[in-house]
């Protein structure tokens, strides 16, 4: 590699060394522990098919965690996705139940998605509002709006368009490939492209970013746009996992996805984090909340451990970075 | 004139106007709006969001957010709901000292780990969101504190009234608000949390000390919640480990920025936040009688929120332009 | 007094405790004190006026002159009513009309340095030190300034006034304390130097000889900028650049240097003028459309707007250059690597691998990276800002034989820079800015510390369009 003779201005850290204290080491090392201690629990834990089919509950949740890590990694945040899902399927319900054919109901459902993320867009990058309380607006509105157009009810989906968690693609359900998938995709596009290039430099320096040419004001308003889209996806294929649509799908799931970036290492500074951290974490994390099912914690307890992880884990990553950065 | 001209021109007559336009409008729909019976429904809709918008506002001015003040008002609840239930001996109104106490606690809790890791605020809350209501759970055996453990006394805060039939609760809902006014707008600290919010880089220069005086923003953000944790009890008589407090934040964050609180810190009046909140309770009392159904609100509030964001904006787009001809 | 870089504003800020000295003492009337913070500094009754006011824009005038003086408990009482009597009593002192009661925010520059100067009273500063105030001010403004400074002193109070004004030091003060180069060159009573000896005492440094320019050829015009004006910034810039030529760009910091650059790469573009680069007219909205277009800019601030921090050598260097490195948008890590590597050994950059984030190297290093960025564009007009900031002697003789290349090559440079004789030694004109306006556009032959500087120099106090 080091074909230059020069002499270095400072003393480097070795390979080794930084790979070790990657945050995405962290995040692997975790979800090995986590897959023996879940082992000690219950021997379905080193059953493939039991964490495959655990996966599904959270796969919609993981691949929008994907979308949401490139938007951290640009400097902005998103917490509206989980708001969107319910909107966009509650619309795509509706739609369908009122006689509209499944694709048309399809393709509502998506442009809602669509016109969710460009509000988003609109507002933070033409605006110029701070992403943190615009999404906080939008997802308080999103979900509203789903409780406006299903009210307390649930809306059921037709019998043959349920399960798309039960569709096996060599013996994996067809969410989690989509959600493998995706994550191979975005991980060569954030790490081989010059789009993703691009979304860690606005993320570590938006002004110099600017200085040299790159647009970044298109760059964010494209991935608001992407995760927009993408929320509606997750949302479909939730209703026709759970078959039936009410206000309340995936409440609260803007946490868990939170939850999935930072534990993989993804900087709320912006600027830094991998897909593959967030790929492991969503692992670490299904891993995480199927042992507590499994060990009988209840649901309550698990609610405070989602909540301290996300703490602990911006805590530490912040650490490890604060390290490094020296 | 200027002075009349300098009170149009400020944000609370705006949202005054609002009120009375939006009320006159309902008014001629559903002529039954514009009567008292009508207000003390309006006014009791409203004194949990307003002791909740209190603390936000502090919080706001100071430039950060706390998103985990329904968690906080839920544990709070709980924590006196099972004394009232398992301790015999415990006098009704202890329940207000102890919920207070106990969201102080939580309060300083987020105050703690923003300013001992530098962490963003948002993510901070968002996690005690979830680690709180966790908490609610596990306290409660995520069972629910029913109407014969809540004290008569406590019940009839929210019912019983010293004077004109309007209930005790909204009395210290206003009260709060007083006290707020005073300690923002007369005491130093108070003073310090608006220069905070309104420059943090020369804070620390003119002595502010910007740790103590944050971590007192989130514990008092916490306390009210409380306060308003042992209020909930008292008004609908129960504590639900799910439900008591769930999505207050949002609610409270909206009456918080269309009562005229900036993002960008150092502006938020109570005036201001108080007219926020009856607002908000307008038009929660107007749905019902205008036909809408109930569960629309939660979307008015997004709404409410995302525009009292641009009209932020705008107002301070002009403010810089002045900025810049006052400069000429 | 003393030119950019001198010293002047960091020893104001020591005097007032923003910053620590690491070696020596302050004597205050006679006694050896420690000034801790701007806290300490104000108990012992010195104050700071900076040029752009610190303030809180969201509290009230008579708010902003109190904060931080009485530091009693935190649930004390603000005395409101005595608060503003006392304030409206300091503004009647000074003779300005400002309502006490309103906010901050909205107030000129000119009213909120007196806001500051009313706080030196509050407090009963006994010192009073004014970094530049009067840049941002119009002639009237100023003359306000100085009927109160004057006033003060006349009750005993001192005032370190600092200011690159000639005729304002002049009007004002009583001695001068010239500073270079970080050191106290002399104090003379004003009435006993010329204005001549004041320039000559400010940039008399040892000449040292730089390595010269190779003679180039110089061709057509590459970039002709005609009649810019960006309002409250500067007016009315005209100049060209050729092929093969180094312009200078002189002038004072805070003189629109850097407004000019900012607005020709369309970070900042400009209300008005018109815009040649290689004889078509063009309108630069982006720095995009300026990198198409063949310009590069080399900014000021390095951290700000020059390095991503984290990212590694490699990536810095071929941030400007997302075509070349990625054709078809996969990024050709070969193809990067070698561009990387090529400009590492062109500008002998030193680092221990290309992956090392280039926060790790040296200042110096640091600018050659992002020199080496603008290089790959193979930029046809090249806008240097203040390039050897910050660099040790031995890198920048290095760069000085860079730019003098980059010229022979054919390029055209445009080279702002606060040393004179980095100006004197490089360029083959030198363009002068004052006050937002070109003063001189001076060929090599007639370049000297002299005329530059005398160009630099405000003459005149007037300045109408200063914040407009």
Request: hydrophobic share 50%.
């Amino acid at each position: 590699m080091s074909t230059l003779d020069t002499t270095p201005s400072t003393p480097v850290t070795p390979r080794w060394q930084t790979l070790l204290i990657r945050p995405e080491t962290m995040t692997f090392l975790l979800l090995v522990v986590g897959i023996f201690a879940g082992s000690q629990l219950s021997p379905f834990f080193l059953d493939i098919n039991y964490i495959l089919k655990s996966f599904t509950l959270y796969s919609e949740l993981a691949i929008v965690a994907l979308i949401l890590t490139m938007v951290i990694i640009a400097g902005e945040i998103d917490l509206s996705p989980a708001a969107n899902m319910a909107l966009s399927a509650c619309l795509f319900a509706w739609a369908q139940a009122s006689g509209i054919p499944m694709p048309v109901a399809i393709g509502i459902g998506l442009a809602a998605g669509l016109l969710m993320g460009l509000l988003n867009a609109w507002m933070v990058i033409s605006l110029q509002l701070p992403s943190i309380i615009v999404t906080i607006g939008t997802l308080t509105l999103y979900r509203g709006l789903a409780q406006v157009i299903a009210g307390d009810k649930s809306i059921r989906v037709p019998e043959w368009f349920i399960g798309v968690d039960k569709i096996m693609i060599l013996g994996i359900p067809l969410p989690v490939v989509l959600f493998i998938v995706l994550a191979l995709v975005l991980a060569v596009i954030l790490g081989g492209t010059i789009f993703g290039r691009q979304i860690y430099q606005i993320g570590t320096n938006e002004t110099a970013a600017r200085y040299a040419g790159i647009r970044s004001a298109r760059i964010k308003f494209s991935l608001f746009l992407l995760i927009g889209f993408v929320a509606s996806v997750a949302g479909i294929m939730t209703a026709s996992r759970l078959g039936s649509v009410r206000y309340d799908l995936a409440l609260g799931g803007e946490l868990q996805m939170v939850l999935m970036a930072m534990l993989g290492g993804t900087y709320i500074f912006g600027g830094r984090g991998t897909i593959l951290g967030t790929f492991l974490a969503a692992w670490l994390l299904v891993v995480v909340s199927t042992g507590m099912i499994v060990a009988n914690v209840l649901p309550a307890v698990q609610l405070v451990v989602l909540g301290g992880l996300l703490i602990v884990a911006i805590i530490a990553t912040n650490l490890i970075y604060s390290r490094t950065q020296r | 004139m200027s002075t009349l001209r300098s009170i149009l021109l400020r944000r609370e007559s705006g949202i005054a106007v609002m009120i009375v336009l939006f009320c006159l409008a309902v008014g001629s729909v559903k002529p039954q709006f514009l009567t008292l019976d009508q207000l003390r429904i309006i006014l009791l809709l409203t004194p949990l969001i307003m002791i909740g918008a209190m603390g936000q506002m502090l919080v706001i001015v100071a430039r950060h957010v706390d998103l985990s003040i329904g968690s906080m008002l839920g544990v709070s609840a709980m924590v006196s709901g099972m004394l009232y239930r398992y301790v015999e001996v415990m006098p009704w109104w202890a329940g207000l000292p102890i919920s207070i106490a106990v969201g102080a606690t939580l309060g300083l809790g987020n105050g703690l780990l923003i300013t001992l890791f530098r962490l963003p605020a948002i993510i901070v809350t968002l996690g005690t969101l979830s680690l709180y209501r966790g908490l609610t759970f596990i306290i409660s055996n995520a069972k629910q504190i029913d109407r014969q453990y809540i004290p008569s006394e406590l019940k009839a805060l929210s019912q019983t009234s010293p004077i004109f039939g309007i209930p005790w609760i909204i009395f210290i809902a206003f009260g709060v608000a007083i006290l707020t006014y005073l300690f923002a707008m007369h005491t130093r600290v108070g003073r310090q949390i608006f220069a905070l919010g309104s420059n943090p880089v020369a804070a620390p220069l003119r002595g502010i000390k910007v740790t103590q005086v944050t971590l007192l923003v989130f514990a008092i953000s916490g306390a009210l919640s409380g306060l308003a944790g042992i209020l909930y009890a008292s008004r609908w008589g129960f504590v639900n480990p799910s439900n008591t407090g769930a999505g207050f934040e949002f609610q409270v964050i909206a009456a918080v920025v269309i009562g005229g609180a900036s993002i960008n810190g150092g502006v938020g009046t109570v005036l201001g936040t108080v007219l926020g909140v009856l607002l908000l309770g307008c038009v929660a009392a107007a749905l019902p009688l205008l036909g809408i159904p109930g569960t629309s609100q939660a979307a008015i509030y997004g709404a409410v929120i995302l525009i009292a964001l641009v009209i932020d904006r705008s107002v301070r787009r002009q403010g810089i332009v002045g900025l810049k001809r006052a400069g000429a | 007094m003393g030119e950019n870089g001198a010293g002047k504003s960091t020893f104001a800020k020591i005097l007032a405790g923003v910053h620590r000295p690491t070696r020596g003492t302050i004597t205050l009337n006679g006694k050896p004190v420690d000034v801790t913070s701007p806290i300490a500094a104000q108990k012992l009754g010195i104050t700071l006026i900076h040029q752009e006011p610190i303030s809180f824009p969201d509290l009230s005038v008579a708010e902003n002159l109190v904060l931080g003086k009485a530091d009693d408990g935190w649930f004390s009482r603000v005395p409101w009513a005595q608060m503003t009597r006392e304030a409206k009593a300091l503004m009647d002192l000074l003779g300005v009309k400002i309502d006490v009661t309103r906010p901050m925010r909205g107030l000129s520059i000119a009213d909120q340095q007196m806001v500051e100067i009313a706080r030196a009273l509050a407090s009963d500063s006994r010192l009073i030190i004014m970094d530049e105030p009067t840049a941002p001010l119009t002639p009237r403004e100023v003359e306000t300034l100085f009927v109160i400074a004057r006033r003060l002193r006349d009750e005993g109070r001192t005032i370190i006034f600092i200011s690159h004004r000639l005729e304002e030091v002049r009007a004002l003060c009583d001695r001068v304390t010239i500073f270079r180069d970080g050191n106290k060159i002399a104090t003379e009573a004003i009435a006993n130097l010329s204005d001549a000896d004041i320039i000559r005492l400010m940039i008399g440094r040892p000449f040292k000889e730089y390595m010269h320019k190779a003679r180039a050829e110089i061709g057509a015009v590459a970039l002709k900028v005609e009649r810019l004006s960006v309002p409250g910034l500067f007016q009315d810039i005209s100049f060209e650049v050729r092929k093969g030529e180094i312009v200078g760009l002189g002038g004072l910091v805070g003189a629109g240097r850097t407004d000019v650059a900012r607005a020709l790469f369309g970070v900042a573009p400009a209300a008005s003028g018109t815009l040649w680069v290689d004889g078509k007219t063009v309108s630069i909205n982006d720095p995009s459309e300026a990198i198409a277009l063949g310009l590069a800019f080399v900014p000021e601030d390095r951290a700000v707007a020059g390095i991503f921090r984290t990212l590694s050598v490699e990536e810095n260097i071929t941030a400007a250059v997302p075509k070349q490195i990625a054709p078809s948008g996969f990024i050709r890590r070969a193809i990067e690597r070698a561009m990387a590597n090529d400009s590492v050994r062109r500008l002998s950059i030193r680092l221990a691998s290309l992956r090392q984030p280039i926060g790790e190297l040296s200042g110096g290093n640091q600018q050659k990276a992002i020199l080496a960025r603008w290089l790959l564009t193979d930029p046809s007009v090249l806008i240097l800002d203040e390039p050897t900031r910050g660099i040790d002697i031995g890198v920048k003789a290095e760069f000085y034989d860079m730019i003098g290349e980059l010229a022979a090559s054919g390029r055209a440079i445009l080279l702002i820079s606060s040393e004179l004789p980095e100006l004197l030694a490089l360029c083959d004109r030198v363009l002068v800015m004052s006050e937002g306006r070109l003063t001189a556009d001076i060929p090599r032959a007639e370049a000297t510390q002299e005329s530059i500087m005398n160009a630099a120099v405000p003459r005149r106090v007037a300045f109408e369009g200063a914040a407009a």
